[in-house]
């Protein structure tokens, strides 16, 4: 391992990056890195954190491979390296084409040196395949505290990387994140046995930063932004949570002579990014966004950030009010609140938790559908799936079900053997002939099969895998290791769908009792931890001690409290906040009470959505289920037969999910009878 003293890194970081220093933080990471010591950085957003493998990159020997949640953190990232000149890559769902070849081979030639994946990719067959066979330096996990159960943002395939991690052998890791709770740190540090010495952890505290909460009434909100907007000077981003919510204010803030644009994940890419440069540029003062904005966003001089709806945690609160001020000048922070959103935002916690009735078919799919094969006297049981078909099967959003079985793995009822795709479709880029002409009698052969099995229709043909691999001397690896030779020699074109994974199963664990009623309290356990985040949330805002000091406290950073004990005893106090000003927040519910529909509309709906769904499922509509429909969720049972046609779905969407559960109790009951 390089070990470099530091003046050489002074260098290095002026000669590959253009900067004179680092920032807080970064040469303790990269010396840690570079002495082969894995670590674990926590600096708030837009304080550098990428540079810290960025770096340590350009002196490994090796590929140093990023793990990344959003796409578009990858792409700025990449955009930023290119711009520095530095050789880096993604694999992603936009590649097209020969695209992918392209990358791999630029990284086993050692051309590219930072090779970015999301996490769903070491699923990928042929991604396996390739990174198997390249040694890896490093593994960089960035927005790391999605590993753990503790935090938000919780990622179940997140959960897998240790494992990776053995199984690639990669003895160098690196995690990134911005917030961390001392619990959150403290299980992201043990996944990956990074010593406590190794975590490195900059001041959380903004002194530049001024927090204001502003109770206000729904009815009110609009014109209270304007005013507060026309109060401030420079560029500014508005966060609300829901889409329709950024088009409708940005609309009202221009009617107003403020100059905004509404931005949220609905626009195309194109779009995206034109209002991105536009407000760069300055020629956007005002964003109005979803969460979906501001991740890659590099603009210091942003002066004023104001949640217009309550965020989702204490956390994306942290995150959000963090893309302010980043020059170091005061800045503005406000938030409207009241307690009208909140159904929405518990709403939404109610949604993914999986029915116990789910769990429980789930199960009994796994029971049904294992494959018992027996060689050499081991008898192994196989069981294989496709996400979608299973989701619609068992009644459960996608994510929550990617939960459930990353839970059953670790509760080793199942264990993952691999995963392969489905379908390989292959297009000729040369003649048929041509191509097999190129190669030696023996692979000659190889291809001939190969392409006998493929059944070639005008432009594609679809590989037959069940027919090739009747010949036992033919090896499914060698099939796919070939394909993508032709591929990179762009011989053909290769795509891949239909990823179907496969899990062995361990039938005594399978038929221990206890196993859907222990998952489905699981589930109920993070509902909980889920809503009472929201209630901290909703406290926090209404605290009478400093905000400031609260926040820091939160995320573990005391620095109030080492250096601001004072004389008096009392809490310190950072000066620059609403409650330092002497004004605390009291939030209240500020619409009328939206009343409840009657017994009979109730009645009604319930029985449209029975007949809907009448021999659409094999036994009866569950409690929850109603509920769901009244609250205006979707499930994927719901989305298949177009249940959101009907005049009883989201008639209760004003509702807190509890009082719809106790509403609705008494009348399925009756229907019950
Ligand atoms: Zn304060």
């Known amino acids: 391992m390089n070990n470099l003293p530091s003046n050489s890194l002074k260098e290095s970081l002026l000669n590959s990056f253009g900067f004179n220093d680092f920032r807080p933080g970064q040469e303790q990471t990269i010396t840690q890195l570079l002495n082969g010591q894995s670590s674990l950085s926590i600096f708030p957003t837009g304080s550098g954190k990428s540079l810290c493998y960025q770096l340590t990159a350009l002196h490994l020997p090796h590929l140093t491979l990023v793990v990344s949640p959003l796409l578009a953190l990858m792409k700025d990232q990449l955009s930023f390296l290119a711009s520095k000149g530095i050789k880096a890559a993604s694999i992603d769902s936009t590649l097209k084409g020969n695209e992918a070849q392209t990358v791999m081979a630029g990284v086993r030639d050692g051309d590219i040196k930072v090779l970015m994946v ?101 009815s009110h909100k609009n014109n209270q932004l304007e005013k507060v907007i026309k109060a401030q000077q420079g560029a500014g981003i508005v966060y609300v949570t829901l889409q329709h919510t950024a088009e409708k204010v940005a ?18 890419s194109d779009t995206r990014s034109q209002i991105q440069q536009d407000f760069m540029e300055g020629k956007i003062q005002v964003i109005v966004a979803t969460i979906a904005f501001g991740m890659g966003i590099d603009k210091s001089d942003i002066r004023f950030v104001i949640h217009y709806d309550l965020p989702k945690s204490i956390e994306n609160y942290s995150q959000e009010i963090g893309r302010a001020g980043r020059d170091g000048l005061p800045s503005q922070c406000f938030t409207l609140a009241n307690l009208d959103g909140l159904n929405t935002v518990e709403n939404f916690v109610y949604g993914d938790t999986p029915e116990f009735a789910g769990i429980e078919r789930l199960l009994n799919i796994i029971k049904s559908e294992i494959i018992t094969s027996a060689y050499g006297g081991v008898s192994d049981s196989k069981w294989e799936l496709q996400i979608l078909q299973l989701s619609n099967a068992v009644n459960i959003k996608q994510l929550p079900l990617k939960t459930l079985l990353v839970q059953l793995e670790l509760a080793g009822v199942i264990e993952p053997l691999y995963a ?21 009698d023996q692979r000659k052969d190889f291809l001939q099969r190969i392409f006998n099995a493929t059944d070639f229709k005008k432009v594609w043909g679809s590989l037959n895998f069940d027919t090739l691999l009747q010949d036992k001397s033919i090896e499914r690896n060698r099939v796919i290791a070939a394909l993508e030779y032709l591929a990179e020699q762009q011989l053909i074109v290769l795509e891949t769908k239909g990823m179907t994974e496969v899990f062995k199963v361990n039938p005594n664990e399978l038929a221990d009792p206890s196993l859907c009623s222990s998952l489905s309290n699981y589930f109920k356990d993070n509902e ?57 927040a009291v939030l209240e519910h500020s619409q009328a009470q939206i009343p409840w529909p009657s017994d009979e509309a109730l009645k009604q709906g319930m029985t449209e959505l029975a007949e809907r769904l009448s021999g659409k499922i094999n036994q009866a509509l569950s409690l929850e289920s109603y509920c769901r429909f009244f609250a205006g969720m979707t499930v994927p049972l719901f989305g298949r037969n177009k249940v959101r046609q009907l005049s009883g779905f989201g008639l209760c969407e004003q509702q807190r999910y509890q009082a719809i559960r106790d509403r609705v109790f008494p009348l399925f009951a009756d229907l019950k009878k």
């Open 118 to 218: 999301s996490v769903e990719r070491f699923k990928n067959e042929r991604f396996r395949q390739f990174i198997e066979s390249v040694p890896v330096s490093m593994l960089v996990v960035d927005e790391a505290h999605c590993i753990s159960e503790w935090g938000h943002n919780f990622r179940p395939d997140y959960l897998k990387l240790p494992s990776y991690c053995q199984a690639l052998k990669i003895s160098l890791v690196l995690l990134l994140t911005a917030t961390a709770t001392r619990k959150v740190k403290q299980d992201m540090a043990a996944k990956f046995s990074i010593r406590d010495e190794h975590i490195v952890q900059t001041g959380f505290y903004r002194q530049n930063l001024d927090l204001s909460v502003l109770p206000v009434a729904e």
């Open 528 to 584: 909980e931890k889920e809503i009472k985040r929201i209630a901290t949330l909703v406290r926090f805002f209404q605290l009478d001690t400093c905000l400031t000091v609260n926040l820091a406290r939160y995320f573990d950073d005391n620095c109030f409290d080492a250096a601001g004990v004072n004389h008096l005893g009392t809490v310190p106090q950072c000066g620059h906040c609403s409650v330092c000003r002497g004004q605390v």
């Open 251 to 268: 609309q009202y803030l221009k009617q107003y002579g403020i100059n905004a644009c509404a931005y949220h994940a609905g626009f195309d």
């Open 420 to 440: 392969y795709f489905a379908d390989f479709k292959i297009k000729l880029l040369k003649p048929k002939a041509e191509i097999i002409n190129r190669f030696n």
